[in-house]
């Protein structure tokens, strides 16, 4: 594909969409209207959709695609996570996933044309007891054996890492060490969303805002379309990626998801000097942070005690992770928090997201993605969408169908989770 001439931008120009109040700028992807019907409806405009979507048109050649968004695209939890980027998982299901997701991030932004932000800077995750550090070096064993690149440091080697870390005599826990991946970190959440978006919409893909999905449409066992608010949309394949909106769209089938939408709280502070070129997780206190390309710190904890759809979030949580923080840098107790938001993840018992087909022919689920869908968002749209179109690729999310829960062949992966990041 011929890649469009980049415009380019003078102060002059700048100044003047300005004064018109910025009425000129070129769209990212234009607004499109829906059609009576497509091959491929998506529903749920996040980054598994988006990128399911465009990997089906650049790779499988299935252009006659919409992807529907009942707000606004991004709106949901791709706007509302910590951006980390890891692939250090225990079980080998997840370390094929993550770590193929984590392949791609690493040329995301020459594949889209777009400054993803992406950020190696490197991921620790401490421990602070013996059960935890013997449980991150199974899973740097486990890492070593399939081939991602994590292995364990000592105290002496985190104190580098981490200058501000509370390790004095006073400090409340004893450090045993950390799970080092060197290629972890972070990348901009709403630029891989935006980047997606304009390269699908450049290989015709309709993408449709403010089109919520109503019910999903079938015919003798067969997936017909979807009614929408917009009307009624025909198909002969329906995915939904709609996270924790997935559920209530299947059980007017009949179809019963294990998933449980839990509030995930996270913070951002003023911008500061560089002070922290590594991502930090301590699953012992449930507290992670990171510094953004602007200065921030961005901070997170656990998930809500209680289910729930609210994004309002829990005030006993908020002081449970400003503790956890100050557990781990007390220099940073004068640090002002200038904006929190919380977002509804969709959890499963084993704690690893459902892909695959759901029910009648031709439709198929990816969500349940709990609190690491974002770093799995490249991997998984290239799976999905080789899985749509009878690809290779598919045997990577073969595994993470919905009969694991029938038939007893759990993806365990509470332990990695054990902190929302």
């Known amino acids: 594909m011929p890649r469009r001439p980049t415009r380019r931008y003078t102060l002059t120009s700048l100044l003047r969409e300005a004064r018109r109040q910025h009425r000129g700028w070129e769209p990212a992807w234009p607004k499109a209207e829906p059609k009576s019907s497509y091959e491929v409806i998506v529903v749920g405009g996040g980054g598994h959709g988006l990128a399911a979507a465009y990997y089906l048109a650049k790779l499988h050649g299935i252009r006659n695609i919409t992807v529907l968004e009942k707000g606004w695209l991004g709106g949901g939890n791709a706007a509302r996570n910590t951006t980390i980027i890891r692939s250090d998982y225990l079980r080998p299901e997840s370390m094929a996933l993550y770590g193929l997701s984590h392949s791609l991030f690493e040329h995301l932004s020459t594949e889209l044309d777009f400054n993803v932000l992406y950020s190696p800077r490197g991921l620790v995750e401490l ?8 449980r991150l070096a199974r899973t740097a064993d486990a890492n070593t054996h399939y081939g991602i690149r994590s292995w364990m440091i000592p105290p002496d080697e985190v104190r580098k890492l981490l200058p501000l870390l509370d ?25 891989v969303v935006w980047a997606y978006a304009r390269m699908a919409a450049r290989l015709g893909i309709d993408i449709v805002e403010n089109c919520a999905v109503e019910r999903i449409e079938t015919i003798g066992g067969r997936v017909s379309g979807v009614r929408t608010s917009r009307g009624v949309i025909s198909a002969d394949i329906v995915l939904v990626a709609a996270a924790a ?5 299947l059980a007017p089938l009949g179809i019963s998801l294990p998933v449980e939408p839990v509030a995930l709280q996270a913070f951002v502070s003023e911008p500061l ?32 005690p209680s289910p729930g759809y609210s994004r309002r979030g829990a005030f006993a949580r908020i ?47 990816n969500c349940g993605w709990g609190t690491g869908g ?10 999905t969408a080789s899985l749509l179109a009878g690809g290779k ?11 694991r829960f029938r038939q007893g ?5 509470s332990a990695a989770s054990a902190v929302a990041h």
């Not at 421990?127 to 013997?134: D, I, L």
């Not at 974002?374 to 799976?383: H, L, Q, R, T, V």
């Open 393 to 403: 690729a598919a045997h990577v999310i073969e595994p993470f169908g919905l009969d």
């Open 319 to 365: 002081e449970d992770t400003a503790a956890s923080l100050l557990e781990l840098f007390p220099s940073l107790s004068r640090v002002r928090m200038m904006r929190h938001w919380a977002g509804t993840v969709d959890i499963t018992p084993d704690r690893s997201p459902i892909i695959g087909p759901a029910g009648p022919q031709g439709l198929y689920v």
């Open 127 to 134: 421990a602070y007891t013996r059960q935890h550090m013997e």
């Open 374 to 383: 974002f770093k799995a968002i490249p991997g998984s749209g290239y799976a």
């Open 245 to 249: 909106d997935t559920p209530a769209l």
């Open 409 to 413: 062949r759990l993806i365990e992966e």
């Open 273 to 304: 000097k560089p002070a922290l070129d590594v991502v930090v997780i301590a699953g012992d206190v449930e507290g992670y942070i990171s510094q953004s390309d602007k200065g921030e710190f961005v901070i997170g904890g656990a998930t809500d």
């Open 167 to 191: 390790d004095g005599p006073h400090r409340r826990y004893p450090l045993y060490g950390g799970l080092w991946q060197p290629r972890g970190g972070i990348a901009r959440h709403d630029a």
